[in-house]
């Protein structure tokens, strides 16, 4: 507890009657938030499943211009963040403040990490002209004619997942301003396990678009 | 009614309105009563301006040709008058107004589980409504409300400020549900279980259900939209091998669920108001309970219905008709307990148990010709005509809008401490029941004789009938204005009243009116159930109690 700082106390928000009640409300009330982000993602994979059934051999063609490495290399990033991330969940919850800063620090690194693969993966993208709509303009060995949809979804999906991470990273940040400031123990880690809920559920989004834009 | 004690009490202890003064105080309330009635503001000003564009839709309609606009600017207003009743008033009408202000009472909590959340929904209403009504000045949008591709891609760019409007509205709108089911789950006082809840808790959690699993599909549909717009995405437009028909499942699979975010609170208000008028229990209180759950959950699987002439195939048609067929059973167990509820009972026909009984009416016509439309053979014949149109308008103005109405005169002396005139209220009340069917009643005929929908001139034929409806319109309008006036004056000038002004059992009558910063002095005493007025009226109350 000598980690702490100790004028912080947490106040129970005035229409609760304990810590635990309001804890379970926050935790629930973030459950259904998640609920709502998987619906939202929901319309996008059943975009993907109508059009991949309309025109498998486009499809087909289209996916084999993503690129395996760096989505895999994402992939393998995004896994492990989602570790480091259930970590400092952990950590937070056993009052160790030096662990909880050193693994929110490593989950915001490879949020970065994954943001500058994205990077240079669109640029690509962007280079050859594989584009949504008009600006569909390929070139290159065998790219499909009608490749603009797949495209468009796809970037649709990524980017919005995108925005995700960006957020996360805002909300990891925000995380680690409080840890610093030693305002997270045993007794309220609320924000850290409602973070750490969000960032799985990025990694799950991400576990499920992977195979189905590049593996198929 | 209030002892002279009682008004004592009220003058010395300030209650939610008087703790605090200033403006400031209110924009940045945290007081679900307070953000309540900031809603109610708000949404009966959107009902105001969406009124006004019915009325010059029904005044242009009252003979064929221009009568005193262009059609272009027709189709626009009506674009108008639709986007604005449905998302800026019809949603957020019952739960965010009343839903906020009495179910964290009825529950017995001192406030929603997420107080700074549910103001920022409420300014999330406001910047959408903002965004949306932008959409007039940057150009105007004509594709009516539903924005179907590829009309809505073809649009000028103010299809993006009303997307963006409507998006964020939607959030406004996932937030307030999400409360809501918080707030039931977790912060119930000890004594209310599940099943001691009123039904109006009940239909409002239903509700709450539908907004959050729902809504993220109209917000990425819109999404999609805009970026057919920005990006030439082409998921829905056919030119780039997308599929406009897509657009219609999502945009359905929201806004079907959607009508029953609409009617579900309203059918919560009128479990209260039917028992509190007939001093009787609730009939059946756990099959109105679960006939909520039940609409919520068949709500999602029948959006179907909306797209049987839209390229789908025989089978789906067959399927999403028989499904459709399975949602008139818990609205008729509703309809059967709430007459079985009057039964033998003593009923006063105060001006809110006239609104009752006008939903009942009305809504049995909007649900029953609903049934008409589920049936195959029949939309055929009827769809896009003012039948379709006639049966919305029953269900939302002749039903959500009549519980809407019976509730707030209901519980406007709960509010604000103090009782409107009640013959006023109830000349509002006739003119409102007369006014209505004579507008929509008038536009089954129209529609089962084959003017469609939405269309800006009609044949020689149909204008005696337009005619009556659009004086039945003016009746109407007359009707909401006067019992508007009347309850705004009740508000300064009406008489004080006590804690429980109709006698009624609920807990929310066992606070003072209007109710002190925390809803209750002390812990909430539950001595009876939400309906027992077997109890409370110690066995007086007439007939038998389920």
């Not at chain 1, 993907?48 to 895999?72: C, K, Q, T």
């Not at chain 2, 403006?23 to 309540?36: F, N, V």
């Not at chain 2, 189709?75 to 108008?80: E, R």
């Not at chain 2, 229990?281 to 099959?287: D, E, K, N, P």
Request: charge should be neutral.
């Amino acid at each position: 507890m000598t980690e702490h700082s100790p004028e912080f106390k947490h106040h129970v928000g005035h229409h609760f009657t304990d810590a635990e009640q309001e804890f379970n409300a926050n935790k629930f009330g973030f459950w259904l938030f998640l609920a709502t982000e998987v619906l939202m993602f929901g319309g996008l994979f059943v975009a993907y499943a109508v059009f991949s059934n309309l025109y498998p051999e486009m499809w087909a063609a289209a996916s084999g211009h993503l690129d395996r490495i760096m989505g895999g290399s994402n992939t393998v990033v995004l896994i492990v963040s989602s570790l480091t991330m259930a970590l400092a969940v952990r950590a937070s919850q056993t009052d160790n403040r030096k662990a909880t800063i050193v693994f929110l620090v490593c989950t915001l690194a490879l949020a970065a990490t994954f943001m500058v693969i994205k990077y240079f993966e669109y640029s690509a993208k962007f280079e050859h002209g594989l584009l949504p709509g008009q600006w569909y303009t390929p070139h290159g060995p065998d790219t499909p004619a009608q490749g603009n949809l797949f495209f468009g979804l796809y970037f649709m999906t990524t980017g919005l997942h995108g925005i995700h991470v960006l957020a996360g990273m805002v909300a990891i940040s925000w995380l680690l301003r409080k840890a610093v400031k030693g305002q997270f123990s045993s007794r309220w880690y609320t924000p850290v396990e409602i973070v750490g809920l969000y960032w799985h559920l990025v990694d799950l989004v991400w576990i499920y678009l992977f195979p189905l834009y590049y593996l198929v | 009614m209030a002892s002279q004690a009682e008004t004592l009490d009220r003058i010395e202890k300030p209650n939610y309105l008087t703790v605090t003064h200033g403006l400031k105080s209110w924009l940045t309330t945290q007081d679900h009563k307070r953000i309540g009635l900031m809603y109610l503001g708000s949404v009966s000003a959107a009902f105001l301006i969406g009124g006004l564009m019915a009325l010059l839709v029904r005044l242009e309609l009252i003979a064929p040709g221009e009568t005193i606009m262009t059609s272009t600017t027709y189709n626009q207003i009506f674009t108008l008058h639709g986007i604005i009743m449905i998302f800026l008033f019809i949603i957020p009408s019952i739960p965010a107004a009343l839903g906020n202000f009495l179910m964290p009472i009825m529950v017995g909590a001192k406030d929603v589980a997420f107080p700074r959340l549910n103001l920022a929904s409420y300014y999330l209403w406001v910047a959408g409504a903002v965004f949306t009504l932008a959409a007039i000045i940057s150009g105007g949008v004509d594709t009516g409300w539903t924005f179907y591709t590829p009309q809505s891609i073809r649009q000028s760019g103010s299809i993006l400020w009303m997307g963006f409007g409507i998006f964020i509205l939607g959030f406004s709108s996932i937030f307030t549900g999400l409360n809501f089911l918080v707030t039931m789950h977790k912060l119930r006082a000890p004594g209310i279980g599940w099943f001691d809840m009123p039904l109006f808790c009940w239909a409002i959690y239903g509700t709450a259900l539908i907004q959050i699993l729902a809504t993220p599909v109209l917000a990425i549909t819109l999404l999609l939209l805009a970026s057919e717009k920005i990006f030439q995405v082409g998921v829905f437009n056919p030119a780039l091998g997308g599929d406009p028909v897509l657009f219609q499942h999502f945009f359905w699979f929201y806004s079907h669920p959607a009508v029953y975010i609409m009617i579900l609170p309203g059918m919560g208000i009128i479990s209260e108001t039917i028992t509190a008028f007939s001093r009787k229990h609730i009939f059946g209180y756990r099959f109105v309970a679960f006939s909520s759950l039940a609409i919520a959950v068949l709500g999602f699987l029948v959006w179907g219905h909306h797209m049987f002439v839209s390229a789908e195939s025989e089978f789906s048609t067959m399927i999403f008709s028989f499904l459709t067929f399975f949602v008139a059973i818990p609205s008729a167990i509703k309809i059967f307990n709430w007459t079985a509820t009057m039964y033998k009972g003593s009923i006063d026909l105060s001006t809110p148990m006239l609104y009752t009984l006008s939903f009942l009416f009305l809504f049995s016509i909007g649900g029953l010709t609903g049934v008409f439309l589920g049936a195959l053979s029949v939309d055929v014949h009827v769809h896009d005509t003012y039948f379709v149109v006639a049966h919305f308008h029953y269900v939302m103005m002749g039903g959500t809008v009549m519980a809407f109405l019976a509730g707030l005169f209901y519980w406007w002396p709960k509010m604000f401490g103090r009782m409107y005139n009640e013959s006023v209220a109830r000349v509002g009340a006739v003119l409102v029941f007369l006014g209505f069917n004579v507008t929509f009643l008038t536009q089954f005929v129209l529609g089962s004789k084959g003017m469609p929908r939405r269309y800006y001139d009609y044949l020689e034929q149909f204008q005696p009938l337009n005619q009556m409806s659009t004086f039945g319109s003016w009746i109407l309008g007359l009707g909401l204005i006067l019992s508007a006036w009347c309850l705004l004056r009740a508000v300064r000038h009406g008489k004080r009243v006590g804690a429980n002004p109709w006698g009624a059992t609920g807990i929310e009558w066992r606070t003072p009116s209007p109710p002190p910063l925390e809803n209750f002095e002390g812990e909430p005493e539950i001595p009876y159930g939400p309906y027992d007025y077997h109890v409370m009226y110690g066995g007086a109350a007439k007939g038998d109690h389920t």
